[in-house]
């Protein structure tokens, strides 16, 4: 980065937390056992030792045999929880059956269609043993992996489970990537087995997965069995010897199934994260860090507690689910609503009607479906008792602050505070964050979480407030991973070399002088206007906090004389209409709220935006079709349709 960021978006609104919501907190209670008085003691305390406060939380959960050392860090590889023997299917399941949570729901599934089925923390510990026997059957050892490639169905979280109590390692690739993702994935880590569905459905129709799959069998040479779960009921070619149906091998297996007395730092999971170029990364987790990283961010963040209905929103294939869909729920012993289709279909009102109906407290969603709400408008959260939510959350990008007013409003009946949580598929568990107990502006993702001490540093990596810089982790954390899987040099080259020793996450970000850490996107779409340096998350935002605007994405487009001028584009709420005196009112209100260098040159009204299938903005996409190049892959967006859109509206 040849310059600091320059800052433009200031958001002054605060709000605090609720003394009631504080007195119930799990936050607060554990500070109360651990005479901690006030949140500044507990950073205090936890920053200066922090093997002290991750050894506290270990401790809540259950080991085969004791660890010897909390952390051996030799940067950038990091051990924890040194000669301990864990599993975390052990921490997640089989000791809540020994409890009353047995026959507490674990999840409550809602498909497509709307049928509803739960699973028990005993029926889903039974299910599990029952694969892992069957694995077991078909050859899969400890250190085998796995290819998962399974809709939004409870089989998913059960193959997951099942292979991580064998101590096989699962890599899930998401049900809406095309199979040659799931090829280039089961190829890279060679997985032995693939388990996956004839189909699911997405608004209204069947979607072929098993069908898809086998367009590359041939070209996955490592897969010697395919386990098939039926779904959807439709018609699908079995090849004699290597495909077999999941019921029909999970009803020869006994429920019983030992768990695998594991390494603490045993791998878990390889779930690959693509980046904005070249080939995916292998991102490597290990069971016991990552257990107990995700577990005390669930408890501390989203507060779980018995009597929560916790939703959690994503898709089992990315990061967000795996963590929070997955294993912190379990391994707190909470219930869990998991949802098979989309925010608007049938209509825009189905989130929140499965709020009400199922009486969900707890909603961590992404910026990407507030948006979505906000352009729908209010009447449709209007319509549903949603007053059963008591904390609400957000992940994957930045919320613009309207977006985030709107959602606390809307959802929140403006009294639910906001956890803004920013982490990534390589951190694996929250790092900045909000707890329930502190202060909250809107856009901002609060502080490090206990222990972690994070940075916005300048190219030389002098710490910077107020300007916006390259966003670091100077401290290891337990669910940190521990390598890309088959690429040890790049993980080192990727993560650890520009500030050796040092996290290198590859977003900008700024920190106010009250230490406050705001996220502006991702280092390559920092744009560059008349020597600015520029986020487009910020200008993203200004427009947003326009009354017709629900959604925008914003991108650099060449200009001889600036370096960059701003394109943006801008998706409209439903009741508005686009006009060119509108455009000028967007580029006057952008002008006023953070600059005029900041005002758009460009403006284009579209009714939908490139996005990865993980609901961010390819904002690469859009700079090629603004430059008139060619867009390149666009094998991970989830909606080509958009780039047709962008065309017209250039
Ligand atoms: C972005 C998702 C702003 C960021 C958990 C990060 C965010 C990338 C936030 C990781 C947030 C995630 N505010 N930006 N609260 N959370 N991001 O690996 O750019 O899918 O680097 O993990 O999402 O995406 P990933």
């Given at each position: 980065?040849?310059?600091?960021?320059?800052?433009?978006?200031?958001e002054?609104?605060?709000?605090?937390?609720?003394?009631?919501?504080?007195?119930q907190?799990?936050?607060?209670?554990?500070?109360?056992?651990?005479?901690?008085?006030?949140?500044?003691?507990l950073?205090?305390?936890?920053?200066?030792?922090?093997?002290?406060?991750?050894?506290?939380?270990?401790?809540e959960?259950e080991?085969?045999?004791?660890?010897?050392?909390?952390?051996?860090?030799?940067?950038?590889?990091?051990?924890?929880?040194v000669?301990?023997?864990?599993n975390?299917?052990?921490?997640?399941l089989?000791?809540?059956?020994?409890?009353s949570?047995?026959?507490?729901?674990?999840?409550?599934?809602?498909?497509?269609?709307g049928?509803?089925k739960?699973?028990?923390?005993?029926?889903?510990?039974?299910?599990v043993?029952?694969?892992?026997?069957?694995?077991?059957?078909?050859?899969?050892?400890?250190?085998?992996r796995v290819?998962?490639?399974l809709?939004?169905?409870l089989?998913?979280?059960?193959?997951?489970?099942?292979?991580?109590?064998?101590?096989a390692?699962h890599?899930?690739?998401?049900s809406?990537?095309?199979?040659?993702?799931f090829?280039e994935?089961?190829?890279?880590?060679?997985?032995?087995?693939?388990i996956?569905?004839?189909?699911?459905?997405?608004?209204?129709?069947?979607i072929?997965?098993k069908?898809?799959?086998?367009?590359?069998?041939?070209?996955i040479?490592?897969?010697?069995?395919v386990?098939?779960?039926?779904?959807?009921?439709s018609?699908?070619?079995?090849?004699?010897?290597?495909?077999?149906?999941?019921d029909?091998?999970l009803?020869?297996?006994?429920?019983?199934?030992?768990?695998?007395?594991?390494?603490?730092?045993?791998?878990?999971?390889i779930?690959?994260?693509?980046?904005?170029?070249?080939?995916?990364?292998?991102v490597?987790?290990?069971h016991?860090g990552?257990?107990?990283?995700?577990?005390t961010?669930?408890k501390?963040?989203?507060?779980?507690?018995?009597?929560?209905i916790w939703?959690?929103?994503a898709?089992?294939g990315?990061?967000?689910?795996?963590?929070?869909?997955?294993?912190?729920?379990?391994?707190m012993?909470?219930?869990?609503?998991?949802?098979?289709?989309?925010?608007?279909?049938?209509?825009?009102?189905?989130?929140?009607?499965?709020?009400?109906?199922?009486?969900?407290?707890?909603f961590?969603t992404?910026?990407?479906?507030?948006?979505?709400?906000m352009?729908?408008?209010?009447?449709?959260?209007?319509?549903?008792?949603?007053?059963?939510?008591?904390l609400?959350?957000?992940?994957g990008?930045?919320?613009?602050?309207?977006?985030?007013i709107?959602?606390?409003?809307?959802?929140?009946?403006?009294?639910c505070?906001?956890?803004?949580?920013w982490w990534?598929?390589?951190?694996?568990?929250h790092?900045?964050?909000?707890?329930?107990?502190?202060?909250?502006?809107?856009g901002?993702?609060?502080?490090?979480?206990?222990?972690?001490?994070?940075?916005?540093?300048?190219?030389?990596?002098?710490?910077?407030?107020?300007s916006?810089?390259?966003?670091?982790?100077?401290?290891?954390?337990?669910?940190?991973?521990?390598?890309?899987?088959?690429?040890?040099?790049r993980?080192?080259?990727a993560?650890?070399?520009?500030?050796?020793?040092?996290?290198?996450?590859?977003?900008?970000?700024r920190?106010?002088?009250?230490?406050?850490?705001?996220?502006?996107?991702?280092e390559?779409?920092?744009?560059?206007?008349?020597?600015?340096?520029?986020?487009?998350?910020?200008?993203e935002?200004?427009l947003?906090?326009?009354?017709?605007?629900?959604?925008?994405?914003?991108?650099?487009?060449?200009?001889?004389?600036?370096?960059?001028e701003?394109?943006?584009?801008?998706i409209l709420?439903?009741e508005?209409?686009?006009?060119?005196?509108?455009?000028?009112?967007?580029?006057?209100?952008v002008?006023?709220?953070?600059?005029?260098?900041?005002?758009?040159?460009?403006?284009?009204?579209v009714d939908?935006?490139?996005?990865?299938r993980?609901?961010k903005i390819?904002?690469?996409?859009?700079?090629?079709?603004?430059?008139?190049?060619?867009v390149?892959?666009?094998?991970?967006?989830?909606?080509p349709?958009?780039?047709?859109?962008?065309?017209?509206?250039?």
């Amino acid at each position: 980065m040849s310059k600091n960021l320059d800052t433009l978006l200031k958001e002054e609104r605060k709000f605090e937390a609720d003394p009631e919501m504080i007195a119930q907190s799990n936050i607060k209670q554990w500070m109360d056992s651990h005479n901690i008085k006030n949140y500044e003691e507990l950073i205090e305390k936890s920053n200066e030792d922090l093997e002290w406060f991750w050894n506290e939380m270990a401790q809540e959960l259950e080991w085969f045999e004791p660890y010897n050392q909390v952390l051996d860090w030799k940067p950038p590889h990091a051990q924890w929880f040194v000669d301990g023997k864990f599993n975390i299917v052990h921490n997640a399941l089989d000791r809540h059956i020994k409890t009353s949570r047995k026959n507490k729901v674990a999840y409550i599934w809602e498909s497509e269609a709307g049928e509803v089925k739960k699973l028990t923390y005993f029926e889903l510990y039974r299910e599990v043993n029952r694969l892992a026997n069957a694995l077991k059957k078909m050859g899969v050892k400890k250190g085998d992996r796995v290819g998962i490639y399974l809709p939004m169905i409870l089989e998913l979280p059960i193959a997951m489970l099942a292979c991580a109590k064998i101590g096989a390692i699962h890599s899930v690739v998401f049900s809406g990537f095309w199979a040659k993702a799931f090829q280039e994935r089961a190829n890279d880590a060679k997985a032995k087995v693939a388990i996956t569905a004839d189909g699911f459905h997405r608004r209204g129709k069947d979607i072929k997965l098993k069908d898809t799959l086998d367009m590359v069998m041939d070209d996955i040479p490592s897969i010697e069995k395919v386990i098939v779960v039926q779904n959807t009921g439709s018609n699908v070619g079995m090849k004699e010897g290597r495909d077999v149906f999941w019921d029909e091998i999970l009803k020869k297996e006994s429920a019983k199934c030992e768990t695998e007395q594991l390494d603490s730092e045993d791998p878990l999971f390889i779930l690959y994260t693509s980046g904005t170029t070249g080939k995916p990364k292998g991102v490597l987790h290990t069971h016991a860090g990552y257990a107990v990283g995700t577990y005390t961010t669930l408890k501390f963040v989203f507060d779980i507690k018995d009597s929560d209905i916790w939703w959690c929103a994503a898709d089992v294939g990315w990061i967000t689910g795996h963590s929070y869909i997955v294993y912190a729920p379990l391994l707190m012993g909470a219930t869990s609503l998991m949802f098979e289709g989309t925010p608007d279909y049938p209509d825009p009102g189905r989130f929140w009607k499965m709020i009400g109906d199922y009486g969900v407290s707890i909603f961590y969603t992404a910026p990407t479906t507030v948006r979505l709400f906000m352009k729908y408008g209010e009447k449709w959260p209007q319509k549903y008792d949603l007053n059963t939510l008591r904390l609400l959350g957000s992940v994957g990008e930045p919320i613009n602050p309207e977006a985030w007013i709107w959602y606390h409003k809307n959802a929140g009946n403006r009294k639910c505070p906001i956890m803004d949580t920013w982490w990534q598929t390589e951190t694996g568990m929250h790092i900045i964050t909000p707890l329930p107990i502190t202060e909250l502006k809107p856009g901002s993702t609060f502080k490090p979480f206990p222990t972690i001490q994070a940075d916005i540093v300048d190219d030389d990596g002098n710490s910077l407030t107020e300007s916006g810089g390259h966003l670091v982790l100077k401290t290891p954390w337990p669910a940190m991973f521990r390598t890309l899987y088959g690429d040890p040099d790049r993980y080192v080259e990727a993560y650890w070399s520009k500030f050796p020793g040092i996290y290198l996450s590859g977003d900008v970000a700024r920190k106010d002088k009250n230490g406050y850490f705001w996220i502006q996107g991702r280092e390559d779409d920092v744009l560059n206007v008349a020597g600015h340096r520029i986020s487009t998350a910020e200008v993203e935002s200004a427009l947003v906090s326009h009354p017709a605007v629900a959604e925008s994405a914003v991108v650099g487009k060449p200009d001889i004389l600036k370096g960059e001028e701003i394109a943006a584009f801008v998706i409209l709420k439903q009741e508005f209409e686009a006009s060119p005196q509108l455009k000028n009112q967007l580029r006057e209100h952008v002008r006023e709220s953070i600059g005029p260098i900041a005002s758009p040159a460009f403006i284009g009204f579209v009714d939908d935006l490139p996005k990865t299938r993980s609901g961010k903005i390819m904002r690469r996409v859009i700079k090629a079709k603004v430059k008139e190049e060619d867009v390149g892959d666009i094998s991970t967006l989830a909606n080509p349709e958009s780039v047709d859109g962008l065309d017209r509206a250039l």
